[in-house]
């Protein structure tokens, strides 16, 4: 009889080990299963990434695009101007042509706000900082994403104004310190700063003007003059 209790005791033991390690065995399962699943998703996230990545790499950057602006001036003869628009970059450069045929050419650098005009009939440039009003001007331009290559003007709705900017010609701009777009403008000629002015007054004497036409249906009439050293 106590060899048969004893057996019983022993089968009862192994009975408690056996359930112990079979429940031990959910405990090993799970933390296994969080490995795993952390893995797939650390995986599928840096294919993502990459996919991101090169997608983003493979997406052309715009192009320049060459808009021309069509607007008679106020004797009705249409006005020859062309308007380089690079995204990119963030400028816009103007070709003017007069009706003796020569070009000139107003660089807008919106990235660095600045604005150089470079005249047909000078041997200079002339740079001023950017206004709101130069921002809205071409914001249109540069902003809008348009498949026109040519952009007509009313000329009962075109608001026509005038700006005076006056020269300092002693204020010579080191071409080193430019960025290249208006180094390239300008490789040739000397740069100078100029500022706006209300007017040359009776005491001085309207060089030279360059008329812009923006899409906003407005004409600036930009004029030069020397002020005194």
Not at 32 to 60: D, E, G, N, Y
Not at 74 to 101: C, E, M, R
Request: aromatic content about 8%; overall charge neutral; hydrophobic content about 40%.
């Amino acid at each position: 009889m106590v060899k048969c209790w004893k057996h019983s005791d022993n089968s009862l033991e192994e009975a408690q080990r056996t359930d112990g390690g079979s429940a031990a065995s959910p405990k090993s399962y799970f933390p296994q299963k969080a490995f795993w699943f952390s893995l797939s998703a650390s995986l599928l996230l840096i294919i993502i990434i990459v996919l991101s990545v090169t997608m983003h790499l493979r997406v052309p950057l715009p192009r320049p695009q060459i808009v021309r602006i069509v607007v008679p001036d106020q004797t009705g003869v249409l006005i020859n101007q062309s308007a380089v628009v690079d995204q990119k970059n963030h400028l816009v450069t103007f070709s003017v042509t007069s009706a003796a045929n020569q070009t000139s050419t107003v660089l807008f650098d919106l990235k660095h706000g600045l604005i150089c005009y470079k005249p047909a009939e000078q041997q200079s440039c002339f740079l001023r900082q950017m206004e709101k009003s130069d921002y809205d001007n071409v914001h249109s331009l540069l902003q809008e994403s348009t498949d026109k290559s040519q952009l007509e003007l009313s000329q009962n709705d075109t608001q026509r104004r005038m700006e005076f900017l006056g020269v300092l010609a002693t204020s010579q701009v080191d071409v080193s310190t430019l960025e290249e777009p208006l180094q390239a403008l300008c490789q040739d000629r000397s740069i100078h700063w100029t500022r706006r002015a209300e007017g040359p007054g009776k005491q001085r004497l309207v060089y030279f003007c360059i008329d812009i036409c923006f899409p906003s249906n407005i004409c600036v009439s930009v004029c030069f003059y020397y002020l005194p050293e």
